[in-house]
């Protein structure tokens, strides 16, 4: 496959789980000198890896909630408790996952999670979402 | 409810997942200076928060797989893909959460969960799992 | 013992090491969301783990000063300063474990950490504490 | 430009710089369950970010002995010592960014990193490399 | 050799790596307390291992790129971004090694790089550097 | 204070907490490459900040069992296991600051230090310690 294809459906697939405007407000922050890291991120993590059959993307989501807890980036957790809203999700689900940080990353990185889960909920809320 | 309820509950629950005679290994491996440990992972980890309603075992054991293996801890990560397989994970389910790994924590991180997933589908078809 | 039991002394012993209200405020910012979290922090956390015998509260402090450094939990470091102090730890104390910080996990640990301690310490002499 | 020509320029990088057999080994241990994963590898590892012009491969090898020493990943540090010799780095070399390891990650991290530099070194001592 | 000739030495590499004022402003935070580990980063960190020969101090730049993306200190980042840039780095260089940390420590971690690097190069820009 | 005074005085408390054929076969296992490594470690961390005053080297052990199990770095614990036993931490001392670990680390770290703690007690035991 072409990578700009994949670049392509790469792209489309972010916009539909992030929102077109917030997307493009990533991708400009980091500019020409962010360009190869944005095709990393366009082609081959969402144009590959999150295109691919095998698993639900509401699964997907789930995961991505452990997975960004446990590494420590509270900045790619928020986007993907995002994701995880727009995948289907509901907060209790988001919830039993940062249980399960508490009892296997520690109740800091838990601790962080909920705070800002619940930021991004209350944000949804008030923009009627 | 009473902690020995919680216990007893939670050592239930290890017991399906991982088999009796494995959960009996890792316990007795730790001794008596390994009780209170013990007692956070029966009576917290599997009675409290692994037997709370809100969301599939398969579900949880898909974050788990994600979670072990972000966290670096592969003989945590091994348990898990065995618990899984008990929950009703495939193969091809247990590797996009890998794929994912691969984006999010690094290629290293999932070379490695690769190698031990494989041994544990190896280790169960010998065992005509 | 009952969970409803141990969450009250955890919730009695965090109050005593970190003041009542920031105690609450920590519980309220999670709300409902974070209720089941709470539990785990009350009850099992200070409830069972820190209200054990076997170790002075100083002693643990300091521990927990070099393990939420080393994990790279700013906010939680912040907590267990307090705590530390509130256990009886002397700056001279806390800055002998930051320093093993220094050769342990690396400059870069400490150096934040020291930033936090110093901030935790000219808060409480600036509240006359 | 299509993925399977980023495949094959990626995995004759990976054979000049790691030996055919090795990189067939490593290949073979994953076997199907592995071909995504190694897909990743070859095709965007290797044939896009590894294959860019801007920096020399050698100052690439010097920056990976920091990371996977870094990122607790012993199995794959050992990989890029023999790519950072393939790449042309000197022991002094090695030796120097293991000693920034030891300060900016703590001397554990270097002292693990150094035993397995140390092995990579006598083994290729041994083959006549 | 005396430990105070290697922390004057070391205290004037830091200068001349980061500017006189941002090292003082650095020191002047940590005050007594964080006399101590100041002593550490001039008279050890500075003064010897980034004082030995053995490799150019533009291709330790490159290194600490990498190790200070990988331990997930953004603020310690910060500081190398400009230490690369006084020892000779490009910002093509610069964007080399990070899109190394996206294959090797995940895309969250190369984000958050990008982001602190382009602010640093701004800044330079706006300083007429 | 003269470089080479650190080193023999680090040297020396080297032996005392690990054993002198221990902490020779140590420093023999790196022999010439790790030479700045071993003067890294006994110059500056046991020279200096473990022959601090300030803090009873009871204390730090008792820290430096959090540190290193909350680094994942298990060898280094191992170590550090031993360290405690010779400044006089007792089974029970060791046992409560990795309770505290399976809290803020998550269980899996815990799980880890329980077992390598356990193989150097019975170690010990065996060797009439």
Known sequence: MDTAALYERGLELRRKLFGADAVQRRMDALGEFGAPLQHVINAYVYGDVWSR??????SRSLAM????AAINRPQEFRVHVRGAIANGCTQDEVREVLLLVAMYCGVPASIEAHRIALEVFQEQAAAGG
């Open 53 to 58: 059959p095998g698993l639900p993307n509401k």
């Open 65 to 68: 909630l452990g997975i960004t």
